[in-house]
């Protein structure tokens, strides 16, 4: 990620999937927070292949 448009590209991908209530992508330090509906089950490999998606990305689930 290069700028703060990086970053609104990447939340703006996350937040379209199904049981994404808010995604929030800190540039600086190369992270997004993901917050899910209550109940929701996402499979991480899906947040990644969004992220992904979003440009010329690579991402990883934290631990």
Not at 1 to 6: A, D, I, L, P, R
Not at 17 to 34: E, N
């Amino acid at each position: 990620m290069h700028c703060n448009s990086c970053g609104l590209l990447i939340d703006d991908e996350l937040e379209e999937l199904a049981g994404v209530r808010s995604a929030t992508t800190d540039v600086r330090a190369g992270r997004s927070v993901v917050r899910l509906e209550e109940g929701a089950d996402v499979d991480p490999a899906v947040l990644v292949a969004a992220v992904e998606a979003a440009g010329d990305y690579t991402a990883r689930t934290a631990g």
